[in-house]
């Protein structure tokens, strides 16, 4: 699997829309945020955790910046464009089983799925184009 690639298309993908990535240290709780134009991942993370945690930033980024949502909509999701990009690019769930991508949005409102659909499609063009 060629995470680290992944990685760095999506760290350009980032740049392009004016987006900083780093890494610093962060508490354990949180893998990382998204502060204004940037994206603070904590250090140390594995790549597929890296991944996964810039999908689900960038996401806040793409479908949330000028959205008056709830918090728990935005969160709920940042992670079904995080599980549908990830299961895509054959990440594994965190018990390490491929992620069933017919599952991903079965409980999403109605409203979301517009929004995590074409957020993943953006997402999933920059981590592969070439």
């Given at each position: 699997?060629?995470?680290q690639h992944f990685?760095?298309?999506l760290e350009q993908f980032?740049?392009?829309?004016?987006?900083?990535v780093?890494?610093?240290?962060l508490s354990p709780w949180v893998v990382g945020r998204m502060d204004d134009k940037q994206i603070v991942l904590r250090s140390g993370l594995s790549k597929e955790r890296q991944l996964l945690t810039l999908l689900h930033e960038l996401t806040?980024?793409?479908?949330?910046?000028?959205?008056q949502l709830d918090r728990t909509v935005c969160e709920y999701e940042a992670e079904a464009v995080e599980k549908?990009?990830?299961?895509?690019?054959g990440l594994k769930d965190p018990m390490g089983?491929?992620?069933d991508l017919s599952e991903v949005t079965d409980d999403l409102l109605a409203c979301s799925v517009v929004r995590v659909r074409?957020?993943?499609?953006?997402?999933?063009?920059?981590?592969?184009d070439s």
């Open positions: 699997m060629r995470l990685i760095d298309r980032s740049a392009l829309h004016g987006i900083a780093f890494r610093t240290p806040h980024f793409l479908a949330h910046t000028d959205a549908l990009v990830g299961g895509q690019l089983l491929a992620i074409r957020v993943a499609r953006t997402l999933l063009s920059a981590a592969l």
